[in-house]
Nanobody, 125 residues
Framework: QVQLLESGAGSVQAGGSLRLSCKTS????????VGWFRQFPGKEREGVAR???????FYDDSVKGRFTISQDSAENMIYLQMNDLKPEDTAMYYC???????????????????WGQGTQVTVSS
């Protein structure tokens, strides 16, 4: 059974930094597709960053240059380093891993098979 568990929730002032972590268990794919998504109240979950099986990384334009996705395969961890945070980054953040059958690794909700429970990030002005 695959499980993803996020940590790193917090409240910071604008311009501050947070690092979100996601511990994966039971996900044994040698080449991994992983991603981070966020959801604003009343809105659909949207993609923030993804790293594919060839370590190619893609960011949403809204976070490019501020957020960094990374993995530690030996520790089964996925990270999202968030710098220069803005109030509009306030959202619930979710990690995702593994592809649904027939999907390719792209920054879309439909691609991913496994999800964490979410962790709240709040940025005040």
């Amino acid at each position: 059974q695959v499980q993803l568990l996020e940590s790193g929730a917090g409240s910071v002032q604008a311009g501050g930094s947070l690092r979100l972590s996601c511990k994966t268990s039971g996900y044994t794919a040698r080449r991994k597709c992983v991603g981070w998504f966020r959801q604003f109240p009343g809105k659909e979950r949207e993609g923030v960053a993804r790293q594919n099986e060839d370590n190619e990384i893609f960011y949403d334009d809204s976070v490019k240059g501020r957020f960094t996705i990374s993995q530690d395969s030996a520790e089964n961890m996925i990270y999202l380093q968030m710098n220069d945070l803005k109030p509009e980054d306030t959202a619930m953040y979710y990690c995702a891993a593994g592809l649904k059958s027939g999907q390719v690794c792209y920054l879309g909700r439909a691609a991913f098979a496994y999800w964490g429970q979410g962790t709240q990030v709040t940025v005040s002005s």
